[in-house]
């Protein structure tokens, strides 16, 4: 149910039924043109469909062949969004790199991000001097759209077939605030990998939390913007961070020395979702650990966007799997949830606690399960995740579920299929949760047919 809508007791249900009982009895003996009576809930249910959010995602680095230098293409593409339905777009504005696409002293502005085309994966520089964001809130706010921006949070570089971006790879100094991987070879930083994607920063690192509240102060500036959405705010996976700074923070956590650090809380064969039946000694209270520094974290991050404006929505994009979230060191349930009940293996009594959907106005959830898994009550269906999604989080904010309908099956999967997938999930998202998003604009691009989709799914719904 959304903030603000009016619930009835079941005792005011019977009253109302009887009141019109009666009403009926009374006008039983006259001519049959009088006024007719309808339940006031229909067309309030109307509304509240109406009203929720339909939110359209739009990548920095994938849509940077159209946007990066042409503010009328951005006009076009927002205007085709509006057609089909969406009430709102999330701007990416600190790709993968950590460089930055809005007006900061913080942080280095992008100059170029690497977009697959037809003839292949290419460097598009950016060389325009106007404004990424305000570009966007210009088309938005001609259109009526509301505009979110969002940032990919604890990332420093990127490295890739193009080559290496990012602060990490500019600022030698600043491999410290890299994230330290625990691998077969043991705890290697991420900047002496050879593999290639986004370089982590460690969310334990005090310089690296000062760093992102300063950007995320100077982003609450935008004062037409709806509301700031952190993506990526959490470790780099489960082997992350295995630093001397971690370790003695966990240290002062279990109030003791280890001198058999990382052993005794994590070995790099242990993968989330498929844990062995004995775990290191430590490990249970090392996943609640990084919980901890996680919210944390998100406590003054949302003072950072708050003490600037306090109208700005401030929230969270999270995968859906919460099962196996774990692995990123992130409860984005409600403090409320004790997730030690159903998962005993590796949360702890205290690592409910630490969830941090209290914090957040608004939390979008990936329920990015394949387009012919659109139904069901599992995990990994799209309704399974809604579903979820709003027993966790408990009525502590917005919750606002939908598709990747890009990658995966989805890339893959017959046309009618994902045509159908696209419709269908509409349908389960405004249903079960308090609106619809959807994972990437440029998908929707690349096969005009996913807009049709995507219309028919939304005008659905609406005409209900």
Request: negative net charge.
């Amino acid at each position: 149910m959304m903030k603000g809508e009016m619930k009835i007791s079941p005792t005011g249900l019977i009253f109302i039924i009887c009141s019109v009982l009666i009403m009926w009895g009374m006008i039983g003996c006259q001519k049959n043109d009088g006024p007719s009576y309808e339940w006031e809930w229909d067309d309030e249910d109307t509304v509240q469909m109406e009203a929720k959010p339909r939110i359209l995602w739009i990548d920095a680095a994938a849509n940077f062949p159209d946007f990066a230098n042409d503010p009328d293409n951005i006009k076009r593409d927002l205007l085709r969004a509006k057609e089909a339905g969406f009430t709102a777009v999330v701007v990416d504005v600190r790709p993968t790199n950590g460089d930055v696409l809005f007006r900061t002293e913080t942080g280095d502005a992008v100059e170029w991000l690497g977009a697959w085309l037809p003839e292949g994966y290419t460097k598009i520089e950016r060389q325009a001097d106007w404004d990424y964001l305000d570009a966007f809130l210009d088309a938005g706010g001609d259109l009526g759209l509301e505009v979110y921006a969002s940032i990919n949070t604890f990332v420093g570089g990127n490295i890739n077939a193009l080559g290496s971006s990012g602060m990490l790879y500019r600022d030698p100094d600043k491999k410290e605030w890299a994230t330290d991987l625990l691998t077969e070879e043991g705890i290697v930083n991420t900047l002496d990998l050879s593999t290639t994607g986004a370089r982590f920063l460690n969310p334990a690192h005090p310089e690296v939390r000062e760093y992102l509240y300063d950007l995320l102060s100077d982003l609450a500036r935008y004062d037409r913007l709806k509301g700031i959405l952190l993506d990526r705010g959490r470790f780099n996976n489960l082997h992350s961070d295995f630093s001397d700074h971690t370790k003695e923070l966990f240290e002062e956590f279990i109030g003791k020395e280890l001198d058999d650090f990382p052993e005794s809380v994590m070995s790099p064969d242990i993968q989330a979702g498929a844990l062995p039946s004995e775990l290191p000694p430590h490990f249970k209270s090392w996943m609640e650990f990084r919980t901890g520094i996680i919210r944390d974290f998100m406590v003054e991050a949302r003072e950072s966007v708050k003490s600037v404006n306090t109208d700005l929505q401030f929230g969270v994009y999270v995968g859906g799997w919460y099962s196996t979230y774990y692995e990123v060191g992130v409860n984005w349930a409600s403090p409320e949830y004790d997730a030690s009940r159903k998962f005993p293996q590796w949360a702890t009594a205290g690592y409910g606690e630490n969830g941090y959907a209290d914090l957040m106005d608004i939390v979008l959830i990936g329920a990015y399960a394949a387009p012919d898994r659109i139904y069901g009550q599992s995990e990994w269906t799209v309704q399974g995740f809604c579903s979820q999604a709003m027993d966790l989080i408990r009525g502590e904010a917005v919750v606002i579920g939908g598709p990747d309908v890009g990658n995966g099956a989805w890339a893959t999967s017959p046309s009618q299929i994902i045509y159908d997938g696209i419709v269908n999930s509409v349908d389960v998202a405004m249903n079960l949760t308090d609106g619809y998003f959807l994972f990437d604009m440029i998908h929707l691009k690349q096969k005009p047919e996913k807009w049709e989709a995507v219309e028919e799914g939304i005008s659905a719904k609406l005409e209900e």
